[in-house]
């Protein structure tokens, strides 16, 4: 498994990079984006970077940089579409980042039977 202060990085990249694809975003549809509609843009924009990301290639940019990436822990890797899915809509839950004061995996890991591997 990956070690905690690359996955801790992970975060850290992937957080600035999602923030400044969503700034970018925001700025070039400032006049159609009304602010009521931010809150949902943002949702769609993170949930998309992660599950797109980690189901076509296995690895967010921060985990390209630590040479790292997601695998399945199910014996059945006919589900990873699912399991991705899932993985990405536990990212959401507040809990979540708080996981990981207990434990090494997250309970978006947990759940989704997958975790964060050193890449080959």
């Known amino acids: 498994m990956a070690e905690t202060i690359s996955r801790f990085v992970n ?9 400044t694809f969503l700034v970018i975003l925001l700025f070039l549809f400032r006049d159609t984006i009304g602010i009521e509609n931010v809150k949902w843009v943002s949702a769609i924009i993170y949930f998309l970077y992660y599950f797109l ?16 990436k997601v695998v399945s822990l199910a014996p059945n890797s006919g589900y ?15 809990l979540d980042i ?15 039977k997958t975790t964060v591997v050193k890449a080959e």
Request: hydrophobic share 50%; aromatic share 24%; charged share 15%.
């Open 80 to 94: 990873f579409f699912l399991q991705i899915f899932l993985r990405t809509l536990m990212r959401f839950i507040p």
């Open 98 to 112: 708080i996981s990981y004061l207990f434990t090494t995996r997250g309970l978006h890991d947990w759940i989704s």
């Open 11 to 19: 975060f850290i990249l992937d957080t600035l990079i999602y923030f």
């Open 53 to 68: 990301f980690e189901y076509f290639i296995g690895k967010t940019i921060g985990k390209i940089v630590t040479k790292s």
